[in-house]
């Protein structure tokens, strides 16, 4: 069974920063592509950016240049780094990513969500 744990969100001061992790376990083939949504209060979830197996990275245009994201593959972790928070940053991260596993004698490419992880800039 595979699962998406985030972790490293919390209460942040306007101006700070803060590193959200996402580790992938269970039995896993690849991890594809990866990527970093957020949702905040009365909103639709929307994209933070994504990364490929390769490492190359792209992010929403509001957030380039604060946001931060990457990935160590030995470790099966996406991370994401956030410098110079504001209060319109206040939402759940929710780690995503595209996997292959082996499933009855097939590949099979799922999609999956971690739980999300509370982020609030506030002072």
């Known amino acids: 069974q595979v699962q998406l744990v985030e972790s490293g969100g919390g209460l942040v001061q306007p101006g700070g920063s803060l590193r959200l992790s996402c580790v992938v376990s269970?039995?896993?083939?690849?991890?594809?592509?990866m990527g970093w949504y957020r949702q905040a209060p009365g909103k639709q979830r929307e994209l933070v950016g994504d990364i490929s197996s390769g490492g190359s990275a792209k992010y929403a245009d509001s957030l380039k240049g604060r946001f931060a994201i990457s990935r160590d593959n030995a470790k099966n972790t996406l991370y994401l780094q956030m410098n110079s928070l504001k209060p319109e940053d206040t939402a759940v991260y929710y780690c995503n990513a595209d996997i292959t596993t082996w499933d009855y004698g097939a590949l099979k490419l799922t999609n999956y969500w971690g739980q999300g992880t509370q982020v609030t800039v506030s002072s």
């Open positions: 269970g039995s896993i083939l690849r991890i594809n592509d």
